[in-house]
């Protein structure tokens, strides 16, 4: 029942503004892809393309292959979960879930029992009779949610399903969207600015700027790889170092960061003299007593700036002899450094990334 | 200080709003007690001479039935027509986007346009077109009177049909038709009943318009504007009681239901 979808070029211009530009992406069936991006990048307008409630000003969407232009909203196989979940206010709980299923000419007992079993899916049964106007926001939602998934539809969208609800809630929410993804096999396409819902729930993600898709990938490769500047930041990898040079040196490349040499992996293919180098913080160790010796190459010597207590660890900010800086943290039972000292900090491999510096702003 | 101060500005802002009710409602009350009087010369009657013996006589005045049955049958007509003709008007403002301003002002036009000025000219121009003065002529008249009102009644009712709920309608497999049938219609219902009622007393009560377009048979504004002239009997007083308390009671139709509607609970 997992449907497919292609996108190619596709464009979305409101006059001068190009909501959605130039897409290209190769949705699988029965995937779980997620979409992310900061406001106004042009997520719900992409959703909206692939609904049918929009129509591409360039571009062609496809599903399974077979081209969708001209196929209203009511006529595709897609079902959506709205940001503003558009809950019929005239009708009851049931009647909501029911309406796809009643156009379709489904009635009387065989039309109940599948809205008892899409109402017991999000673990609503029994609330069929219920005013929707006085449900809490949590059961709005899988009201929502359950309206869309009796359709049984090949394609799931799900437009920031999870904003405004409260921090338990959310994760709850998000556990019931992986175990019904798995239930319903239906290709789910997720729209969220929130990354966490995105790492654990994807089979693969894209992180959105801006109208362009910056990088398509499984989860772990933004972080082994991220794209550029703009995407690390994205996904939390906040400290990006400019560098002097780089050095290539057999299999080993390193880049010249105010006279250190930085061993780093070359992410994807970047200019040198347009390339920053991004720091995993994951991946720094902070050895504290500046009088370890030096013996591993995969170190860098580096001032503190000041550290800051933060309850279950430190931040420490170090800097480079340039001025640039660093935050590692360091467990709270290990000794602080006092700051004008000098330490060492080891680098595990894949810590330092040199990457494109596209998406920085101009003046870093 | 602040305490004895909010007393006060309340106090000011009830007796102001007291007058004002008074001065709004005591003239159409005067002319109810009025209707009550036994006596021919207008005035309040004393409690103990209360009569509806002029509601009585008015079963034999067939001239004023006539005219009431004549304004019944324009009123009718005229609200199913203007409410019909609104929402058509408001469901194409929803649909536009820049010109939506443009269409309101438009079809809100007529209400400005004074009674005289347009009751003279409608019937200068039905008069060149050889379209003889009838009870249509009138219903024309009033439906450019009405439409305005009924519009802007839909129009606010419609604000409760959110763009997504229509959206979730076509997600779900409705086509236009379904989605105007199934979400627009039951949610704009009571806004329909309402733009339904103030056509039909707009028309009831409308004189200018009227006195210019009306055929053989008069309206009832107009026949007792007639009498009124020619020294008025006190049955018109009773028509009048009596066409202000269907007013009052259709009124208390349209607003009652909402009332005990918000008192029964906090809905949406
Ligand atoms: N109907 C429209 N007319 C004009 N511009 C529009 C329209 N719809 C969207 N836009 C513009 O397109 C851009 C992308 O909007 P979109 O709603 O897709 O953002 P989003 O990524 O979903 O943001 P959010 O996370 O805030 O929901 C915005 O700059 C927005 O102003
Ligand atoms: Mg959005």
Same mark, same amino acid.
């Given at each position: 029942?997992?449907?497919?979808?292609?996108?190619?070029?596709?464009?979305?211009?409101?006059?001068?503004?190009?909501?959605?530009?130039?897409?290209?992406?190769?949705?699988?069936?029965?995937?779980?892809?997620?979409?992310?991006?900061?406001?106004?990048?042009?997520?719900?307008?992409?959703?909206?393309?692939?609904?049918?409630?929009?129509?591409?000003?360039?571009?062609?969407?496809?599903?399974?292959?077979?081209?969708?232009?001209?196929?209203?909203?009511?006529?595709?196989?897609?079902n959506?979960v709205?940001?503003?979940l558009?809950l019929?206010?005239?009708?009851?709980v049931a009647?909501n879930v029911?309406?796809?299923? +009643?156009?379709?000419?489904?009635?009387?007992?065989?039309?109940?029992?599948r809205i008892d079993s899409a109402l017991e899916m999000v673990e609503l049964g029994g609330f069929g009779?219920r005013?929707v106007?006085?449900l809490s926001?949590g059961q709005r939602q899988r009201v929502a949610l359950a309206r869309a998934l009796v359709m049984?539809?090949?394609?799931l969208?799900l437009?920031?399903p999870l904003?405004?609800?409260?921090?338990?809630l +959310?994760?709850q929410m998000r556990d019931e969207f992986g175990r019904l993804h798995?239930r319903t096999?239906?290709?789910?396409?997720?729209?969220?600015?929130? %990354?966490?819902?995105?790492?654990?729930?994807?089979?693969?993600?894209?992180?959105?700027?801006?109208?362009?898709?910056?990088?398509?990938?499984?989860?772990?490769?933004?972080?082994?790889?991220?794209?550029?500047?703009?995407?690390?930041?994205?996904?939390?990898?906040?400290?990006?170092?400019?560098? %002097?040079?780089?050095?290539?040196?057999?299999?080993?490349?390193?880049?010249?960061?105010?006279?250190?040499?930085?061993?780093?992996?070359?992410?994807?293919?970047?200019?040198?003299?347009?390339?920053?180098?991004?720091?995993?913080?994951?991946?720094?160790?902070?050895?504290?007593?500046?009088?370890?010796?030096?013996?591993?190459?995969?170190?860098?010597?580096?001032?503190?700036?000041?550290?800051?207590?933060?309850?279950?660890?430190?931040?420490?900010?170090?800097?480079?002899?340039?001025? %640039?800086?660093?935050?590692?943290?360091?467990?709270?039972?290990?000794?602080?450094?006092?700051?004008?000292?000098?330490?060492?900090?080891?680098?595990?491999?894949?810590?330092?990334?040199?990457?494109?510096?596209?998406?920085?702003?101009?003046?870093? | 200080?602040?305490?004895?101060?909010?007393?006060?500005?309340?106090?000011?802002?009830?007796?102001? /709003?007291?007058?004002?009710?008074?001065?709004? $409602?005591? @003239?159409?009350? $005067?002319?109810?007690?009025?209707?009550?009087? @036994?006596?021919?010369? @207008?005035?309040? @009657? !004393?409690?103990?001479?209360? /009569?509806?013996?002029? $509601?009585?006589?008015?079963?034999?005045?067939?001239?004023?039935?006539?005219?009431?049955?004549?304004?019944?049958?324009?009123?009718?007509?005229?609200?199913?027509? *203007?409410?019909?003709?609104?929402?058509?008007?408001?469901?194409? !403002?929803?649909?536009? !986007?820049?010109? #939506?301003?443009?269409?309101?002002? /438009?079809?809100?036009?007529?209400?400005? &346009?004074?009674?005289?000025?347009?009751?003279?000219?409608?019937?200068?121009?039905?008069?060149?077109?050889?379209?003889?003065?009838?009870?249509?002529?009138?219903?024309?008249? !009033?439906?450019?009177?009405?439409?305005?009102?009924?519009?802007?009644?839909?129009?606010?009712?419609?604000?409760?049909?959110?763009?997504?709920?229509?959206?979730?309608? *076509?997600?779900?497999?409705?086509? #236009?038709?379904?989605?105007?049938?199934?979400?627009?219609?039951?949610?704009?219902?009571?806004?329909?009943?309402?733009?339904?009622?103030?056509?039909?007393?707009?028309?009831?009560?409308?004189?200018?318009?009227?006195?210019?377009?009306?055929?053989?048979?008069?309206?009832?504004?107009? &026949?007792?504007?007639?009498?009124?002239?020619?020294?008025?009997?006190?049955?018109?007083?009773?028509?009048?009681?009596?066409?202000?308390? &269907?007013?009052?009671?259709?009124?208390?139709?349209?607003?009652?239901?909402?009332?005990?509607?918000? #008192?029964?609970?906090?809905?949406?």
């Amino acid at each position: 029942m997992a449907i497919s979808i292609q996108i190619e070029t596709v464009t979305r211009a409101f006059g001068p503004v190009r909501a959605v530009d130039d897409v290209s992406l190769e949705i699988r069936a029965g995937e779980f892809f997620t979409l992310l991006g900061s406001s106004g990048c042009g997520k719900s307008t992409l959703l909206k393309l692939i609904g049918g409630f929009d129509a591409p000003t360039g571009g062609r969407i496809a599903f399974d292959g077979r081209d969708m232009a001209g196929i209203p909203a009511n006529r595709r196989p897609v079902n959506t979960v709205f940001q503003s979940l558009g809950l019929f206010p005239h009708m009851t709980v049931a009647e909501n879930v029911g309406y796809g299923l +009643r156009l379709k000419g489904l009635r009387g007992a065989a039309l109940s029992a599948r809205i008892d079993s899409a109402l017991e899916m999000v673990e609503l049964g029994g609330f069929g009779p219920r005013d929707v106007n006085l449900l809490s926001g949590g059961q709005r939602q899988r009201v929502a949610l359950a309206r869309a998934l009796v359709m049984e539809p090949g394609i799931l969208l799900l437009d920031e399903p999870l904003t405004g609800l409260d921090e338990r809630l +959310r994760q709850q929410m998000r556990d019931e969207f992986g175990r019904l993804h798995k239930r319903t096999g239906a290709t789910f396409i997720l729209v969220t600015h929130n %990354q966490d819902e995105a790492l654990s729930l994807s089979d693969r993600m894209a992180v959105m700027h801006r109208g362009r898709l910056e990088q398509i990938d499984a989860p772990a490769r933004f972080f082994e790889a991220p794209a550029n500047a703009f995407v690390a930041r994205f996904v939390g990898i906040d400290t990006l170092l400019t560098h %002097q040079g780089v050095i290539r040196e057999g299999d080993a490349t390193h880049a010249l960061i105010a006279g250190e040499k930085v061993p780093v992996r070359i992410g994807g293919p970047a200019e040198p003299a347009e390339s920053v180098v991004a720091l995993r913080p994951d991946r720094l160790l902070l050895h504290p007593h500046s009088e370890i010796e030096l013996k591993n190459a995969l170190a860098l010597r580096l001032k503190v700036v000041e550290t800051r207590y933060r309850g279950l660890h430190h931040d420490v900010t170090l800097a480079f002899a340039d001025g %640039q800086r660093v935050v590692v943290s360091l467990e709270a039972d290990q000794p602080v450094p006092a700051p004008g000292d000098l330490v060492s900090v080891g680098l595990k491999p894949g810590g330092a990334m040199l990457i494109s510096n596209a998406g920085l702003p101009a003046a870093a | 200080m602040m305490q004895a101060e909010g007393t006060l500005s309340r106090l000011a802002i009830w007796t102001i /709003t007291a007058l004002g009710l008074i001065v709004i $409602y005591a @003239p159409p009350l $005067y002319l109810l007690g009025v209707s009550f009087n @036994p006596a021919l010369q @207008p005035g309040l @009657p !004393h409690l103990a001479d209360l /009569t509806v013996k002029w $509601y009585l006589a008015l079963s034999g005045e067939t001239q004023l039935v006539a005219a009431l049955e004549q304004s019944l049958l324009i009123a009718l007509v005229t609200a199913i027509l *203007a409410t019909l003709l609104a929402l058509f008007a408001a469901l194409a !403002h929803m649909e536009l !986007h820049q010109r #939506r301003t443009a269409w309101f002002l /438009t079809v809100l036009l007529p209400m400005f &346009v004074p009674g005289v000025i347009q009751g003279l000219a409608l019937s200068a121009v039905f008069q060149r077109a050889g379209i003889k003065a009838s009870m249509l002529t009138v219903i024309g008249g !009033h439906l450019l009177w009405a439409l305005p009102f009924a519009f802007i009644v839909i129009l606010t009712s419609l604000s409760v049909v959110k763009r997504s709920y229509l959206m979730a309608a *076509a997600d779900l497999g409705a086509g #236009r038709l379904r989605q105007f049938l199934d979400i627009t219609l039951p949610l704009i219902r009571p806004g329909l009943v309402s733009a339904f009622i103030f056509a039909f007393l707009l028309s009831l009560n409308e004189f200018t318009r009227a006195f210019y377009l009306a055929g053989r048979q008069n309206t009832l504004p107009v &026949v007792l504007f007639g009498k009124m002239n020619a020294g008025a009997s006190p049955t018109i007083y009773a028509m009048s009681g009596a066409i202000f308390l &269907v007013s009052v009671l259709c009124v208390a139709l349209v607003a009652g239901p909402a009332l005990l509607r918000r #008192r029964a609970g906090p809905a949406e």
